[in-house]
């Protein structure tokens, strides 16, 4: 049975998923020496394809991390003397509070509820040297709009900001200003297989690294930001990185390319409107995040009231997979992804199944 697979990461795969992975084995992918000729050029081609894509700046540099958990670990190590503040509203930025705190930093939490939050209230304490924002939180739906952190970061121009973007990109529109790092996972917004991260930041975050390193910090080993820098400026990688992923990687950031920025950026506001205005209409099952401002537009969580194992089961056996809801959430919620793998007739073939 054809399968389509709505799971926020991994999920479903990006159409030309297949034509790349044959390229992959006619190209002898696997057995490439990452130090050699083939490789640099495919880590230069993910580093100019995305830099178009999301329209990095130049003073950015793009590493690869083993995933987004990690990218959170070596930002704390590389970035942090003492002090962190996180916004928190979730799974994962509760996760990034507790690798500062595993990492034995002061890792202070700011909680916030997104049905009620001024962000022109929020204070971060004045000790705080970076302040972790999990832009869109895959495990409630919420999405923290880029205007709204560049407020923030306004009011706080000396701390760094590092952005957790990993499942809204490419679909969401970066605001620089206001992020000195942020990173994501391919499986997410990429439609690629797991076991990628990817991390972009500035100099002044590689020069903090830099300093503290010199002061005696302890900023990591082999993923310090100094090294990181000195082997992608040949675009090599500390260790022997995932090469399989990383030329799918920059496969899929080609075809997204000829589709173009704007049109993934449309599409997917257009598909997300379709299936809030459903859900919003629908008598049982109800979007959970009722502010219209911070709703998602790539993860999306409905509540089923205790019926999620139910629901799930019947899609299923129409070969429609979605995502349960996250943590104690798993039955009363289910998860819907609305990556550029998802196509329109895929999304609208999911909201006919509801009726
Ligand atoms: C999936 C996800 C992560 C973790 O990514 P991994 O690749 O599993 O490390 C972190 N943050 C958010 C918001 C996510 O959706």
């Given amino acids: ?41 495919i880590y230069e081609g993910v580093v100019e394809g995305l830099r178009k894509l999301l329209k990095i700046p130049k003073n950015y540099h793009i590493f690869f991390t083993g995933s987004s958990i990690e990218s ?64 869109n939180e895959t495990s409630t739906g919420v999405a923290i709009p880029f205007a709204e952190i560049a407020k923030l970061k306004n009011r706080y ?104 920025f704007e049109t993934i950026y449309k599409e997917t506001a257009a598909k997300s409107k379709l299936i809030y205005d459903f859900f919003d209409k629908h008598p049982t099952h109800k979007p959970f995040i009722k502010n219209i401002k911070y709703r998602s537009n790539t993860t999306i969580i409905i509540d089923v009231t205790k019926d999620g194992g139910v629901v799930r089961k019947r899609l299923a056996e129409l070969g429609l997979i979605v995502g349960s809801g996250y943590g104690k959430y798993k039955d009363n919620q289910i998860r819907i992804a609305n990556f550029p793998a998802h196509k329109l007739v895929d999304v609208k073939k999911l909201l006919k199944s509801f009726k």
């Avoid at 701390?159 to 529109?173: H, R, T, W």
């Fill in 72 to 135: 959170m670990e070596r930002i704390i190590e590389n970035t942090v003397f003492q002090t962190s503040a996180h916004l928190v509203n979730g799974a994962f930025s509760e996760k990034f509070l507790q690798i500062a705190s595993d990492l034995k930093k002061h890792a202070i939490k700011i909680e916030i509820d997104i049905e009620n939050i001024d962000f022109d209230k929020i204070v971060i304490p004045e000790e705080a040297e970076i302040v972790c924002i999990t832009e």
């Fill in 157 to 260: 121009k000396d701390k760094l900001f590092a952005i957790d973007c990993v499942s809204s990109v490419p679909s969401v529109k970066i605001d620089f200003s206001c992020v000195d790092m942020f990173f994501f996972s391919v499986q997410k917004g990429f439609g690629l297989p797991a076991g990628l991260g990817v991390l972009v930041i500035n100099d002044r975050s590689i020069n903090k690294s830099i300093e503290l390193m010199k002061d005696g910090v302890n900023v990591g080993s082999y993923h310090k930001f100094g090294e990181y820098l000195e082997k992608a400026e040949k675009f090599e990688t500390p260790e022997t990185p995932n090469v399989l992923n990383i030329f799918l990687l920059e496969k899929v950031i080609g075809d997204m390319l000829k589709k173009g």
């Fill in 1 to 41: 049975m054809k399968k389509i697979f709505f799971t926020p990461g991994p999920g479903q795969l990006y159409p030309t998923y297949k034509k790349h992975v044959r390229k992959s084995v006619e190209e002898f992918i696997g057995s490439i020496s990452h130090r050699s000729e083939k490789f640099h050029k």
